[in-house]
């Protein structure tokens, strides 16, 4: 599945961040929400966010996690997104569509 996803992220020239802005290879779980979440800079060097809501119970007290702590806890089975309109036309929609599909 990770495979997918540093595919995408080669293909649009990205580099993956994790929470504290390091270089990361899977996304961490905002556990309090609870979503994965990638960080990445924008070609203008603008820091941007990618997550998408589970469908888990929120875990507050676990902070941010690795994506492969959450999972080996049992958890992240189910992602899902907002209905968003126009998708064709909205890049931010077909980046969190290419986070779902890599993370399922």
Same mark, same amino acid.
């Given at each position: 599945?990770?495979?997918?996803?540093?595919?995408?992220?080669?293909?649009?020239?990205?580099?993956?961040? #994790?929470?504290? !802005?390091?270089?990361? &290879?899977?996304?961490?779980? /905002? =556990?309090?929400? *609870?979503?994965?979440? @990638?960080?990445?800079? #924008?070609?203008? !060097?603008?820091?941007? &966010?990618?997550?998408?809501? /589970? =469908?888990?119970? *929120?875990?507050?007290? @676990?902070?941010?996690?690795?994506?492969?702590?959450?999972?080996?806890?049992?958890?992240?089975?189910?992602?899902?997104? *907002?209905?968003?309109?126009?998708?064709?036309?909205?890049?931010?929609?077909?980046?969190?569509?290419?986070?779902?599909?890599?993370?399922?």
């Amino acid at each position: 599945m990770w495979k997918r996803l540093r595919a995408f992220e080669r293909l649009i020239n990205i580099i993956p961040l #994790d929470f504290a !802005g390091e270089p990361t &290879e899977e996304p961490v779980v /905002l =556990a309090w929400m *609870p979503a994965p979440s @990638l960080y990445f800079h #924008d070609p203008d !060097g603008n820091l941007l &966010e990618l997550l998408a809501m /589970l =469908a888990d119970t *929120p875990q507050a007290g @676990l902070g941010v996690v690795s994506w492969s702590r959450w999972k080996e806890a049992g958890r992240g089975g189910i992602v899902t997104a *907002p209905p968003v309109a126009a998708p064709e036309k909205c890049r931010q929609t077909h980046l969190a569509n290419a986070l779902i599909s890599a993370i399922e």
